[in-house]
Nanobody, 124 residues
Framework: QVQLVESGGGSVQAGGSLRLSCAYT????????MGWFRQAPGNEREGVAA???????YYAEYVRGRFTISKDNAKNTLYLQMDDLKPEDTSMYYC??????????????????WGQGTQVTVSS
């Protein structure tokens, strides 16, 4: 069973940066996608970024160029570096491990495993 624990959220001003971390256990299958999605109260899930089994990265249009996803296999940790944060990035962020049928980015947060989330708040 896969377990994921997110950390690194917080409150920053617009233009600031945060680095989210996701420590995972039980993940050994290279066919898994890993990624980040976010969901604010009353809003739908939004895929943010994902890595496929080959390590290729995919980004949602609204974060491309500002966010960077990476993974350290030696530390069993997934990261999301978030730069130039905007108030609209305010949300609960979740990391996920899953097997996609078509697209890692499109399916992140719809299936598989995810953690409890970490809150990101960006003030203007």
């Amino acid at each position: 069973q896969v377990q994921l624990v997110e950390s690194g959220g917080g409150s920053v001003q617009a233009g600031g940066s945060l680095r989210l971390s996701c420590a995972y256990t039980g993940y050994t299958d290279s066919m898994y996608c890993m990624g980040w999605f976010r969901q604010a109260p009353g809003n739908e899930r939004e895929g943010v970024a994902a890595l496929d089994g080959d390590g290729s990265a995919y980004y949602a249009e609204y974060v491309r160029g500002r966010f960077t996803i990476s993974k350290d296999n030696a530390k069993n940790t997934l990261y999301l570096q978030m730069d130039d944060l905007k108030p609209e990035d305010t949300s609960m962020y979740y990391c996920s491990a899953f097997i996609a049928t078509v697209s890692c980015l499109d399916e992140v947060g719809t299936t598989g495993y995810w953690g409890q989330g970490t809150q990101v708040t960006v003030s203007s």
